[in-house]
C-alpha cells in the first residue's frame, strides 16, 4: 500500500471514511483547528504541491512524424522513390503531397491526449478557505497538505479529498465521480471500509463541488493521490488500441509488400533465364514498371478522403469526430457500454409515481417540462375530479422554493433543487400552477431541510385566512408526524402498513420518495417545535426518478435489431440502475451486478459476468475500465459512453469513445473519439450506420482500385512472358492512370449512400480480413478481363501499323474504360446494377465519369500531355472500339454477379428499388 508522510511518522494510506474522526486527526497529526503555518510548509515540502503532475509533451515534429508509421505509407514513400529515380518529379511530387497531407489530416485530429489531462488540471479548486494558527485564511488550493482543516460551503468546488468531521445540511454533487444523478447527503460518522466511493457519506472529494450547507474536513490526501488524481493517473496509463480499419490495412499494405517484392523479383529471374532478348537495364526497367503497377498510389488518399466525408455527414447528425479511423470503427461496434445519467437519461428528477388516497398514480412526461398527464389503471385522470390529487400537488409546491424557466431554445429548465424541480413540474400536469398558488398562499415563515430533522416546512396564510404548515420530506420521517390522510370525503386515519406496502412497491421500480403533509396552525412564525407536535394529514408520497430520454429507448431496440449489444454501467443504486434498465430494453429488471461484486471477481472470471450480465451498479472508475477490457478479451468491438470525469479512462481504453457535448466534463470529451453535440443517445444509432456505410464505401473503393494495379501488373508481366518488344505500358502512364482514376473514379464510390438493411445485419467479425476470399477471386477475375482486353487491343493497333506511341494510347484508354464501366458494377458488391435507377442514383458517379473523359481527351490530344507522357491522338473508331470493350466488360461483371447469387442460393430483386 502506498505511503504518506505525516511529520516524523508514517502513515499508510488507509480507508479513511471507515475512521472515526479522531484516528484520523491523531494518524495526520493534526487538530480540529488545522496545522500551523511552519507545519503546512514543512508538509508541502514533503508532499509538493496539491496539483496533477504534467508530463512534458514530445515536441510537435516529433507527433507529426509519428504519423507516417504505416506500411502502406511506406510502399507509397517507395513509390515516391521510383518516380524519383525515373525523373518525373511531378508525380513524386503528387505521392509525396498526398504523404504530408494524410499526415497533417491526423495529426489535426488525433493529437488531443494531453488536453484531456489539462482538462483534468483545471477542475482543482482554485482558493481554499482553511484554518492555519487558529484563524480562517484563504489559501491558494495547491498550498493544500494532508492535515488541513478546510472550510466548505455551498457553491465551493472541493480542493483536495476531505474527511468530514462537521457537516450542516451539507450536499455535495458528486455526479462527474460517481455518476450519482442527485446530489448527495453528508455527515460526519464513519462507514463501512468496503463502502464505494458514491457510499462514503462522511467524505468529500477533490473536484466534486457543494451545492447546499456547510461544512468542515481535513485534508486526507492532495494531487496525484486524490481519487480525481487517481483517475487522472489511470488516464495516463491506459493504451489506445489499434482500430479494426488500421489493423486490417496493416496487415493489407504487409501482404501487399511482400507480394510486390515476391513478385518483382520472379519476374526479374524469369526474364534473366528465359528471355534473352532483354538486357539487365531492361529487365530492371520492366521490374520498376511492375512494382508501380502494383502499388495503390491513390488508396491512402481515398481513404482519408472517405473518413473525412463521414466525418462531416456525422457532424450533421450531431456526432462530432476527433480521429478519422472512429467513422470505420463505428460500424463494427459489437457492444456499447454506456453510463446512465445524462447519457440514457435526462440528468433530472422526474415524478414518476403519486400514492395519493390509498391509490398509485402514473405521471408521464420526463425530464422538468410540465408535459404530460396523471393516469391511473393506465387511463388519464381529470385531476380536478381528484381533490387529494390537487392538494397533494399544491402541497408539493408550497413546500418547495424551485421555479422552472423556458430558455430561448424552448428547453425547460429548473431554477433551484432539482428534486423540487421534478415536484413543480407535476403540480403543473396536475393544473396547480406556481403563479396561482404563491398568489394565494403567500410565504409567512420557512424551516429549510436539514439533515438532522429530514424535512423541510413552510408556513403560508390561505385564501381564508387561515395559517398552514406545508411539511416536505422522507417518508419515514414524515410518518412519525402524521396521523391520518387525505381522502376524496376528507380525511381518515392513517394506516402506515398499507401506505408502506405501496410505497415498497414504487421505491422497487427505482423511484426516490418524498412524503407531503400539511395541518393548519395557530402561529404568524414557525419553529421545529411546531413541526413536532405532530398531527398532519398526509397528503401524498410522489417517486421521483431521473427518467430515461424517450427517444434513448427506441435507440437500444435499434441497437439490438443491428445485432449490438448494449449494456448501463453506472455509478448509481443498484435498484435505480436495475429500474431505469429495465424501463430502457437493458437488463431483465431484476438483476444488477453491483461494484462490490466486482471488486471480489478475477479478470478471468470478470469475462462471464460482463457476458452475462447487461446492468452494472456503484461501478468506480476502475470497474468501468476492468469491464471495457473484459469484453474487449472476448473480442468484442466496444463502444462506451460517458459524460463524467469518471468515464475518462474506459472511453480512451474503449475502441470508441463517445462523450456528451453539453453536459460532458472536458476531460471526457479529451479523453473521447467521438462527442455528440446533443447528448443524445439516439444519435449514437445513426453514426453506427453511418460507420457501416463508410466501411461498405472503402471496401467498395478497394475492390474498385485493385484491378486496376492487377491489370497493369498483368500486362507488364505479359510483357516478360511473351516477349513483347515494346511495353504495352510505360511506369509512367501507369502512375497517371492509378491517380486519375483514384481521384475521379474511386472518390464517387465514398458519396455512396447506405444499402438497403445496413442496420438489420449483425456487425461484422473485426478479426475478418478486409478482403474475403470472394472479393480477392472478383479482384483477379475483372483485373485479368481489363488486362486482356487492353492486351488484345494493344496487339490489334500493332498489327495495323500504328506506332508503339498509338498502341499504347490504345492500351491507356481501354484500361480507363474498363475502370468507367467497372465502377458501376461497384456501386453494390452482390447486388445487381442492370436498372436505371440504380445506375443512375449516385450523381457523383456520373460526374466522375463525365470529367475523366475530358481529362482523358486531353490527355491523348493536348500536345504537352503528348510530350509527357508519351502519347498520340487515336481515331474515333478506336474509340467506339475501347467503349465497346468497357461496356462488355460490364455485361460479364455482371453476369458474374448474378451467377454467384445463384449458386449462394440468393434472389435479389432487379427492380428498380434502391
Known amino acids: 500500500m502506498d505511503e504518506v508522510k505525516s511529520g516524523d511518522s508514517v502513515v499508510s494510506r488507509r480507508a479513511w471514511h471507515a475512521l472515526p474522526v479522531p484516528e484520523v486527526l491523531a494518524a495526520l497529526e493534526t487538530s480540529a483547528s488545522g496545522l500551523s503555518s511552519g507545519r503546512a510548509k514543512d508538509r508541502r515540502s514533503r508532499f509538493g504541491l496539491n496539483k496533477l503532475p504534467e508530463k512534458e509533451p514530445p515536441p510537435a515534429w516529433i507527433r507529426f512524424l509519428s504519423h507516417f508509421r504505416d506500411v502502406l505509407i511506406y510502399v507509397l514513400l517507395g513509390a515516391a522513390l521510383i518516380t524519383a529515380f525515373l525523373g518525373e518529379w511531378i508525380d513524386t511530387g503528387v505521392i509525396v503531397g498526398v504523404v504530408i497531407v494524410n499526415a497533417m489530416i491526423s495529426f489535426v485530429q488525433e493529437d488531443k491526449a494531453e488536453e484531456a489531462l489539462?482538462?483534468?488540471?483545471?477542475?482543482?479548486?482554485p482558493r481554499a478557505l482553511v484554518l492555519r494558527d487558529g484563524e480562517r485564511k484563504s489559501v491558494p488550493a495547491e498550498s493544500l497538505v494532508p492535515g488541513d482543516v478546510v472550510l466548505v460551503e455551498s457553491g465551493d468546488r472541493v480542493p483536495a479529498d476531505l474527511r468530514l468531521f462537521e457537516a450542516k445540511n451539507l450536499q455535495v454533487e458528486e455526479a462527474v465521480l460517481t455518476g450519482e444523478s442527485v446530489p448527495v447527503g453528508k455527515q460526519a460518522d464513519p462507514v463501512e471500509e468496503e463502502a464505494g466511493v458514491g457510499d462514503r457519506s462522511c467524505m468529500a472529494y477533490s473536484g466534486t463541488v457543494v451545492v447546499r450547507g456547510q461544512g468542515q474536513g481535513v485534508v486526507v490526501a492532495t494531487g496525484e493521490n486524490t481519487e480525481i488524481g487517481q483517475i487522472g493517473q489511470m488516464l495516463s496509463e491506459v493504451e489506445e488500441i489499434t482500430t479494426p480499419l488500421l489493423r486490417q490495412i496493416n496487415e493489407f499494405g504487409v501482404w501487399l509488400s511482400g507480394g510486390i517484392l515476391g513478385a518483382s523479383a520472379l519476374a526479374f529471374g524469369y526474364g534473366s533465364v528465359f528471355q534473352p532478348l532483354y538486357g539487365t537495364e531492361e529487365l530492371f526497367l520492366i521490374v520498376v514498371g511492375l512494382a508501380v503497377a502494383a502499388i495503390p498510389e491513390g488508396l491512402p488518399a481515398i481513404l482519408t478522403i472517405t473518413l473525412a466525408l463521414g466525418v462531416q455527414r456525422m457532424a450533421q447528425r450531431n456526432a462530432i469526430i476527433r480521429r478519422l479511423p472512429a467513422v470505420e470503427t463505428l460500424g463494427s461496434v459489437t457492444v456499447i457500454c454506456s453510463d446512465k445519467t445524462g447519457t440514457l437519461t435526462c440528468n433530472e428528477m422526474t415524478v414518476r409515481r403519486i400514492i395519493c388516497d390509498g391509490k398509485v398514480y402514473e405521471v408521464t412526461g420526463s425530464g422538468c417540462a410540465p408535459d404530460g398527464?396523471?393516469?391511473?389503471?393506465?387511463?388519464?385522470?381529470?385531476?380536478?375530479?381528484?381533490?387529494?390529487?390537487?392538494?397533494?400537488?399544491?402541497?408539493?409546491?408550497?413546500?418547495?422554493?424551485?421555479?422552472?424557466?423556458?430558455?430561448?431554445?424552448?428547453e425547460w429548465r429548473v431554477n433551484g433543487d432539482p428534486t423540487e424541480g421534478g415536484i413543480v413540474a407535476m403540480a403543473e400536469k396536475v393544473g396547480v400552477r406556481r403563479a396561482e398558488v404563491d398568489d394565494e398562499y403567500p410565504r409567512l415563515d420557512l424551516i429549510p431541510f436539514e439533515s438532522e430533522h429530514r424535512y423541510m416546512a413552510a408556513l403560508h396564510r390561505t385564501p381564508t385566512g387561515e395559517r398552514a404548515i406545508a411539511l416536505k420530506g422522507a417518508p419515514e420521517r414524515i410518518f412519525q408526524l402524521c396521523d391520518r390522510y387525505r381522502t376524496a370525503e376528507g380525511t381518515a386515519p392513517l394506516n402506515a402498513?398499507?401506505?408502506?406496502?405501496?410505497?415498497?412497491?414504487?421505491?422497487?421500480?427505482?423511484?426516490?420518495?418524498?412524503?407531503?403533509?400539511?395541518?393548519?396552525?395557530?402561529?404568524?412564525?414557525?419553529?421545529?417545535?411546531?413541526?413536532?407536535?405532530?398531527?398532519?394529514?398526509?397528503?401524498?408520497?410522489?417517486?421521483?426518478?431521473?427518467?430515461?430520454?424517450?427517444?434513448?429507448?427506441?435507440?437500444?431496440?435499434?441497437?439490438?435489431?443491428?445485432?449490438?449489444?448494449?449494456?448501463?454501467?453506472?455509478?448509481?443504486?443498484?435498484?435505480?440502475?436495475?429500474?431505469?434498465?429495465a424501463m430502457l430494453g437493458i437488463g431483465d429488471g431484476a438483476d444488477a451486478v453491483t461494484g462490490g461484486k466486482l471488486e471480489q471477481v478475477s479478470d478471468e472470471g470478470l469475462i462471464s459476468v460482463v457476458r452475462d450480465h447487461d446492468v452494472f451498479a456503484r461501478a468506480s472508475p476502475a470497474h468501468k475500465l476492468r469491464l471495457v477490457r473484459a469484453l474487449q478479451a472476448q473480442g468484442e468491438v466496444v463502444a462506451?459512453?460517458?459524460?463524467?470525469?469518471?468515464?475518462?479512462?474506459?472511453?480512451?481504453?474503449?475502441?470508441?469513445?463517445?462523450?456528451?457535448?453539453?453536459?460532458?466534463?472536458?476531460?471526457?470529451?479529451?479523453?473521447?473519439?467521438?462527442?455528440?453535440?446533443?447528448?443524445?443517445?439516439?444519435?449514437i444509432q445513426e453514426a453506427v450506420?453511418?460507420?457501416?456505410?463508410?466501411?461498405?464505401?472503402?471496401?467498395?473503393?478497394?475492390?474498385?482500385?485493385?484491378?486496376?494495379?492487377?491489370?497493369?501488373?498483368?500486362?507488364?508481366?505479359?510483357?516478360?512472358?511473351?516477349?513483347?518488344?515494346?511495353?504495352?505500358?510505360?511506369?509512367?502512364?501507369?502512375?497517371?492512370?492509378?491517380?486519375?482514376?483514384?481521384?475521379?473514379?474511386?472518390?464517387?464510390?465514398?458519396?455512396?449512400?447506405?444499402?438497403?438493411?445496413?442496420?438489420?445485419?449483425?456487425?461484422?467479425?473485426?478479426?475478418?480480413?478486409?478482403?474475403?476470399?470472394?472479393?480477392?477471386?472478383?479482384?483477379?477475375?475483372v483485373a485479368a478481363l481489363i488486362a486482356t482486353a487492353a492486351l488484345l487491343l494493344f496487339q490489334w493497333a500493332l498489327e495495323q501499323g500504328r506506332s508503339p506511341a498509338a498502341a499504347q494510347t490504345l492500351a491507356i484508354n481501354t484500361l480507363v474504360a474498363g475502370q468507367v464501366f467497372y465502377l458501376f458494377n461497384s456501386r453494390y458488391l452482390q447486388r445487381s446494377s442492370l436498372s436505371v435507377r440504380r445506375l443512375f442514383q449516385n450523381r457523383y458517379a456520373l460526374g466522375a465519369a463525365g470529367i475523366l473523359l475530358l481529362i482523358q481527351l486531353g490527355f491523348t490530344y493536348l500536345p504537352f500531355m503528348n510530350v509527357l507522357f508519351g502519347t498520340v491522338p487515336i481515331s474515333l473508331v478506336e474509340w467506339s472500339l475501347l467503349s465497346l470493350v468497357g461496356l462488355g466488360i460490364f455485361v460479364v461483371v455482371e453476369g458474374e454477379k448474378a451467377l454467384v447469387r445463384w449458386w449462394r442460393g440468393e434472389v435479389i430483386s432487379l427492380s428498380p428499388s434502391p
Open 118 to 125: 489539462a482538462s483534468i488540471r483545471g477542475m482543482l479548486s
Open 689 to 781: 450506420k453511418e460507420g457501416r456505410t463508410v466501411y461498405d464505401n472503402l471496401k467498395k473503393a478497394i475492390l474498385f482500385i485493385l484491378p486496376t494495379n492487377g491489370a497493369e501488373a498483368l500486362m507488364v508481366v505479359s510483357t516478360v512472358v511473351f516477349a513483347f518488344a515494346h511495353l504495352p505500358i510505360t511506369p509512367v502512364q501507369i502512375l497517371w492512370v492509378n491517380m486519375v482514376t483514384a481521384v475521379t473514379l474511386a472518390l464517387a464510390l465514398a458519396f455512396e449512400p447506405s444499402e438497403p438493411g445496413i442496420m438489420e445485419r449483425p456487425p461484422r467479425n473485426p478479426d475478418a480480413p478486409i478482403l474475403s476470399g470472394y472479393l480477392l477471386w472478383r479482384i483477379g477475375f
Open 373 to 410: 398527464e396523471v393516469r391511473f389503471n393506465g387511463r388519464p385522470v381529470v385531476p380536478e375530479k381528484h381533490a387529494p390529487l390537487r392538494d397533494c400537488a399544491r402541497g408539493g409546491l408550497l413546500a418547495s422554493d424551485a421555479t422552472l424557466r423556458r430558455g430561448d431554445d424552448g
Open 640 to 683: 462506451m459512453t460517458g459524460d463524467g470525469v469518471n468515464d475518462a479512462p474506459a472511453l480512451k481504453r474503449a475502441n470508441v469513445g463517445v462523450a456528451m457535448g453539453i453536459e460532458g466534463a472536458e476531460v471526457s470529451k479529451g479523453a473521447a473519439d467521438m462527442v455528440l453535440a446533443d447528448d443524445n443517445f439516439a444519435t
Open 497 to 581: 402498513e398499507a401506505w408502506e406496502e405501496r410505497m415498497d412497491r414504487v421505491a422497487e421500480e427505482g423511484h426516490r420518495l418524498l412524503a407531503i403533509a400539511s395541518r393548519l396552525c395557530e402561529e404568524d412564525s414557525l419553529s421545529p417545535s411546531d413541526v413536532e407536535e405532530g398531527g398532519f394529514v398526509l397528503l401524498g408520497v410522489v417517486g421521483l426518478m431521473d427518467s430515461p430520454r424517450e427517444e434513448a429507448i427506441a435507440a437500444v431496440e435499434t441497437c439490438h435489431g443491428a445485432g449490438i449489444a448494449v449494456k448501463m454501467i453506472t455509478g448509481d443504486h443498484a435498484l435505480t440502475a436495475r429500474s431505469i434498465g
